[in-house]
């Protein structure tokens, strides 16, 4: 508990962060230590929104109240500690429904949000390409809207464009009706966004580079070995969620073959449902990848629930199928025994140190080997005469592994290990 001179007596701490109490329900089927393990989350959470988590506080019922969640009771012991301590803001673990949300904020007198609008929070203030930023506004606001009680307050945040008021509606239902529209423009927006993204996706296609995707758990090091893997700087950080918009580079791989990577948004427990929705096409580019990179952090205890969490989030958006490498990341904290029970507990398992590189040289064979799983053995004749073989040829070495290469005259007949799902692209090409 700080001291009374750390706090500056308007709920802000020496350096303006907002301070807040962290709040957890244990049910008959939660257990203690699963809560605390939630708010520790909730806490760093908190912080990447820059926000002080100061005290924490738990209940247990054996169900939650309907009206309050935890009980008003409880509540008015939170609000006593919270005063205490001068706190300006209560964030609840669990997702609160609108009139929890009302009636809470009315017994504790203080702002309240939930774990969901906690997040929508770090997104906002992260997001920085225009279909990053469209999408998070849109989730904002389908999780303001049944929320909304007349309050203005929420409405400041969207700033600008004063709504003519109809005859006899109240200020309310202006509010609502504003929302939809801007609801309706940014889905708009965002569909015209995504075609454009289409296009370039279409591209890519054409460019036939396979497509390798980095998923995992926030904090896990995708951008860390996205950097390593591409030579690039991307902005890799130890705070949660640094990586919005997904970001695509040229791969080089040791049999001489180029895929293209992207870096994606990391996955949390629990993931608001209004965010999946919203960054639905983003994460539909991973289900559209040849092969993921499931990266986990291996240095932290609950590695394995966060291995639960991102394979549930691959399920909801359709990439439980896609083949997957497991790469257990932070490999440099562990010791010989943490690195011999993974081998064993994950059979194909790969670990690396995206910090060091250690390991990384093995990951890079390792992907081109499971690109080439998917490949036919094929010979391809060509008359180099004509300029679309010519061109066919160049492609051929781009896209697939060259076994040998015979020419006579003007006729070149080629071996080559192609990917599966190229194979009728390239006969469409060629004069076979
Ligand atoms: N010790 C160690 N730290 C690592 C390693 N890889 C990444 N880190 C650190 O872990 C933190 C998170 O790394 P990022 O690459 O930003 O993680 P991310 O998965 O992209 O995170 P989000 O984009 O926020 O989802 C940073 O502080 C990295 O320096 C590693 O191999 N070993
Ligand atoms: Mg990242």
Do not use: W
């Not at 709920?11 to 939660?30: C, Q, S």
């Not at 609008?117 to 997001?127: E, G």
């Not at 399920?315 to 896609?322: H, K, L, N, R, S």
């Amino acid at each position: 508990m700080p001291s009374v001179t750390d706090v500056e007596g308007n709920g802000r701490g020496p350096e303006g962060r907002e301070r807040a109490a962290l709040v957890g329900l244990i049910t008959g089927d939660t257990r203690r230590t699963h809560v605390e393990d939630a708010l520790e989350e909730l806490a760093g959470l908190a912080d990447a929104a820059d926000i002080e988590p100061v005290l924490r506080f738990t209940q247990d019922r054996n169900r939650p109240d309907p009206a309050t969640l935890i009980g008003s009771g409880k509540l008015e012991m939170l609000k006593a500690a919270c005063q205490e301590s001068d706190l300006s803001l209560a964030i609840f673990d669990n997702e609160l429904t609108p009139a929890q949300l009302r009636n809470i904020e009315k017994i504790l007198e203080l702002r309240v949000i939930d774990r969901t609008q906690l997040i929508l929070d770090i997104f906002a203030r992260r997001a920085r390409t225009r279909e990053g930023k469209l999408q998070v506004e849109l989730a904002q606001l389908r999780y303001l809207l049944p929320r909304l009680v007349g309050a203005s307050a929420a409405l400041s945040r969207l700033g600008g464009g004063i709504g003519t008021r109809g005859p006899g509606e109240t200020k309310l239902e202006t509010d609502r009706r504003r929302i939809r529209l801007r609801i309706g423009t940014l889905t708009d927006d965002l569909a015209e966004v995504r075609r454009r993204r289409g296009q370039l996706r279409d591209r890519r296609r054409r460019s036939e580079m396979p497509a390798v995707a980095l998923v995992g758990y926030t904090n896990a090091g995708k951008t860390t070995l996205f950097n390593r893997l591409t030579h690039d700087t991307a902005v890799a950080s130890d705070a949660l969620f640094v990586t919005l918009d997904p970001l695509t580079r040229e791969l080089k791989l040791p049999n001489r073959q180029h895929a293209a990577l992207s870096d994606t948004v990391g996955f949390i427990d629990r993931l608001p449902h209004t965010l999946v929705a919203a960054f639905r096409a983003t994460l539909e580019e991973v289900a559209d990848a040849d092969l993921l990179l499931h990266v986990v952090d291996a240095s932290i205890d609950d590695y394995e629930r966060h291995m639960q969490a991102v394979d549930r989030v691959l399920g909801e958006v359709d990439a439980g199928d896609v083949p997957m490498l497991l790469v257990f990341n932070k490999a440099d904290r562990l010791d010989e025994g943490a690195r011999e029970h993974l081998r064993q507990a994950y059979e194909g398992s790969l670990q690396i140190s995206a910090l060091t590189g250690d390991g990384v040289a093995g990951l890079l064979t390792e992907i081109a080997r499971a690109l080439a799983l998917d490949t036919r053995r094929v010979t391809l004749s060509f008359d180099q005469a004509r300029p679309e073989d010519r061109e066919a040829i160049e492609r051929l070495y781009r896209v697939a592994r060259v076994l040998s290469h015979d020419a006579d005259g003007d006729r070149v007949s080629i071996e080559a290990e192609v990917p599966r799902r190229l194979m009728q692209r390239l006969q469409e090409g060629l004069s076979l």
